[in-house]
């Protein structure tokens, strides 16, 4: 006996795909747009919902297609505003997604990956491993999650999530069509009408994939650099081998000059105790810096165990800062958030099916030689 061919998931098919879907099944184009803002707008779940298509076509997309969101495995909200889920994927994997609120603005930071290929040697998620990529759909259903805890979808009523960061698990650009197809998404008008401003993809410099992005796209990007020197990077982000900081400074250029307007990128730096928080590493990270159009986002290192790494203190911090301020370099300081909800970055821990048994290595070295103040090469 076959089994019974699966549904297609209209959640995370984009305008193109879904005109070509209904003409397939021998129905007009229009009728995309339709679905698009019922699914996406409305937030309708079922096609009982969509009360301006016919008994009969509903009755027709109920046999060959769905409307299927990630399975919320936790939803935690903190005293401070800030929202975390961890969603259990197809597979069994799980990732988190946060929410985090400042002011009028709603920051949902969203994952493209179950676990990371990549190692960074600070990071926790990069510790778990690497099972495999996010679907458009599962990409989308992170969103369509923040939205609905605010209640019923209202499209006449506040923007619950007003920008978007792909800075969860992941490196972004290793999966991407799937995460081009869901900005597609968050920026289409007939779905959530996100600006090019508010849609932000990280990067670790896989620079290749960040020249073609610049061809099929104009988001808004962000880059984690978390070294001044190739020396220092090539440790702590070991894609650096490959493509050192002058070629990512470049390619960052080369995607700035072809938005049409001026933008800069963010600079994401992970402050870590004693390995890149020094004085003479922020004025090597001003020189960096003066070639490219950015803002600094500094982020203190929230350790995880046995991480091997440590929190800088305060007044490194602010010392740190207040030199890039005196060369003119705007930053900020990300401040903690969801301390009550383990939302900081460093606690973005799912459970990986990890493909690359890298965190049984990890978990073998730091037992056999705890690592103090730099993470040894696995």
Same mark, same amino acid.
């Given at each position: 006996?076959?089994?019974?061919? #699966? @549904?297609?998931?209209?959640l995370? *098919? !984009?305008?193109?795909?879904?005109?070509?879907?209904? $003409?397939?099944?021998? =129905? &007009?184009?229009?009728?995309?747009?339709?679905?698009?803002?019922?699914?996406?707008?409305?937030?309708?779940?079922?096609?009982?919902?969509?009360?301006?298509? #016919? @008994?009969?076509?509903?009755?027709? *997309? !109920?046999?060959?297609?769905?409307?299927?969101?990630? $399975?919320?495995?936790? =939803? &935690?909200?903190?005293?401070?505003?800030?929202?975390?889920?961890?969603?259990?994927?197809?597979?069994?994997?799980?990732?988190?997604?946060?929410?985090?609120?400042?002011?009028d603005?709603?920051?949902?930071?969203v994952?493209?990956?179950?676990?990371?290929?990549?190692?960074?040697?600070?990071c926790?998620?990069?510790?778990?491993?690497?099972?495999?990529?996010?679907?458009?759909?599962?990409?989308?259903?992170?969103?369509?999650?923040?939205?609905?805890?605010?209640?019923?979808?209202?499209?006449?009523?506040?923007?619950?999530?007003?920008?978007v960061?792909?800075?969860?698990?992941?490196?972004?650009?290793?999966?991407?069509?799937?995460?081009?197809a869901?900005?597609?998404?968050?920026?289409?008008?007939?779905?959530?009408?996100?600006?090019?401003?508010?849609?932000?993809v990280?990067t670790?410099?896989?620079?290749?994939?960040?020249?073609?992005?610049?061809e099929?796209?104009?988001?808004?990007?962000?880059?984690?650099?978390?070294?001044?020197?190739?020396?220092?990077?090539?440790?702590?982000?070991?894609?650096?081998?490959?493509y050192?900081i002058?070629?990512?400074?470049?390619?960052?250029?080369?995607?700035?000059?072809?938005?049409?307007?001026?933008?800069?990128?963010?600079?994401?730096?992970?402050?870590?105790?004693?390995?890149?928080?020094?004085?003479e590493?922020?004025?090597?990270?001003?020189?960096?810096?003066?070639?490219?159009?950015?803002?600094?986002?500094?982020?203190?290192?929230?350790?995880?165990?046995?991480?091997?790494?440590?929190?800088?203190?305060?007044?490194?911090i602010?010392?740190?800062?207040?030199?890039?301020?005196?060369?003119?370099?705007?930053?900020?300081?990300?401040?903690?958030?969801?301390?009550d909800?383990?939302?900081?970055?460093?606690?973005l821990?799912?459970?990986?099916?990890?493909?690359?048994?890298?965190?049984?290595?990890?978990?073998?070295?730091?037992?056999?030689?705890?690592?103090q103040?730099?993470?040894?090469?696995?």
């Amino acid at each position: 006996m076959t089994d019974a061919p #699966s @549904k297609v998931n209209l959640l995370g *098919l !984009s305008p193109s795909q879904l005109e070509a879907f209904f $003409e397939q099944m021998g =129905e &007009k184009r229009f009728r995309a747009t339709q679905v698009l803002k019922w699914i996406h707008q409305f937030g309708a779940s079922s096609f009982e919902e969509m009360t301006n298509i #016919s @008994k009969a076509l509903r009755a027709k *997309l !109920s046999e060959v297609a769905e409307i299927r969101e990630p $399975e919320i495995v936790m =939803e &935690k909200f903190s005293k401070d505003g800030t929202r975390k889920w961890v969603i259990r994927m197809d597979g069994g994997s799980a990732i988190e997604m946060v929410l985090i609120p400042d002011g009028d603005r709603k920051t949902l930071c969203v994952s493209s990956q179950v676990g990371c290929s990549l190692d960074c040697s600070f990071c926790s998620t990069g510790k778990q491993g690497f099972n495999r990529d996010l679907s458009t759909a599962e990409i989308i259903g992170q969103l369509r999650v923040a939205i609905r805890s605010f209640g019923p979808f209202d499209p006449s009523g506040e923007r619950r999530v007003t920008n978007v960061v792909f800075m969860g698990m992941g490196e972004p650009l290793l999966n991407f069509d799937n995460v081009v197809a869901a900005t597609e998404l968050m920026m289409d008008d007939n779905c959530y009408g996100l600006s090019k401003r508010r849609v932000t993809v990280s990067t670790s410099g896989v620079v290749p994939a960040l020249d073609r992005l610049r061809e099929v796209s104009d988001v808004s990007l962000a880059v984690s650099l978390h070294a001044p020197t190739d020396e220092l990077r090539n440790q702590l982000v070991p894609i650096n081998r490959r493509y050192p900081i002058d070629v990512l400074i470049a390619a960052c250029n080369r995607y700035l000059q072809g938005l049409n307007d001026k933008r800069v990128v963010t600079v994401e730096y992970t402050l870590i105790a004693g390995v890149n928080d020094q004085p003479e590493q922020a004025r090597q990270l001003v020189k960096v810096l003066r070639k490219l159009p950015c803002k600094l986002n500094l982020i203190p290192f929230n350790p995880f165990p046995n991480s091997g790494y440590e929190r800088p203190s305060d007044e490194a911090i602010a010392a740190f800062k207040q030199i890039m301020l005196n060369s003119n370099v705007l930053t900020t300081v990300r401040r903690t958030r969801g301390d009550d909800v383990d939302a900081a970055c460093g606690q973005l821990v799912g459970q990986v099916a990890d493909r690359t048994r890298r965190s049984q290595k990890y978990i073998a070295v730091v037992q056999e030689e705890p690592v103090q103040g730099k993470s040894q090469a696995l």
